[in-house]
């Protein structure tokens, strides 16, 4: 390999490229270590999600938790084994139509993200009777406790 590089630079131009190439990986290794490359990472976007999935595993057990927003991430931080049942609706009605439908008197929770377009969401809920109260908020995470309606009969 290295005689490749004395055929084409002769004599100290073979130090000089040495330097340049080390200059040029610290450097980029220095933006590196000091969290300047976005590269793979996730921008802070899940910064706090730690803390809202001990708020919720820390609720009572069989709580159901309706989550849009943030999926294997939220799950990863419930842990693999907790007693807490995680539901993902693609769309408000279909949750507040399944969720109407849900027997179980277990607590309820809604959880997104001040910079997600979660309004609609819980206009939807609201409109079908349910009565969302805003119980935790940290960093811009949001948790919502559902109270169903009062079912007749």
């Given at each position: ?18 330097l ?38 820390a ?37 507040t139509?399944?969720?109407l439908?849900?027997?179980?008197p ?13 309004a609609?969401?819980l206009?939807a ?13 940290e ?10 309606p009062?079912?007749?009969?």
């Amino acid at each position: 390999f290295w005689d490749w590089w004395r055929v084409r630079l002769p004599g100290n131009e073979i130090s000089l490229a040495g330097l340049i190439c080390l200059a040029v990986i610290a450097s980029g290794a220095r933006d590196a270590a000091e969290g300047r490359l976005n590269v793979g990472a996730d921008r802070g976007e899940h910064q706090g999600i730690d803390s809202v999935a001990s708020y919720l595993d820390a609720r009572p057990v069989g709580a159901i938790i309706y989550d849009h927003w943030f999926g294997w991430e939220l799950d990863y931080y419930l842990g693999e084994w907790t007693n807490k049942r995680r539901v993902y609706y693609p769309t408000a009605d279909a949750l507040t139509r399944d969720a109407l439908l849900q027997p179980d008197p277990a607590p309820r929770y809604f959880v997104t993200a001040s910079d997600k377009p979660h309004a609609s969401w819980l206009e939807a809920l609201e409109n079908t009777g349910f009565e969302p109260e805003n119980v935790y908020q940290e960093g811009r995470f949001l948790v919502y406790e559902l109270t169903p309606p009062v079912q007749d009969g």
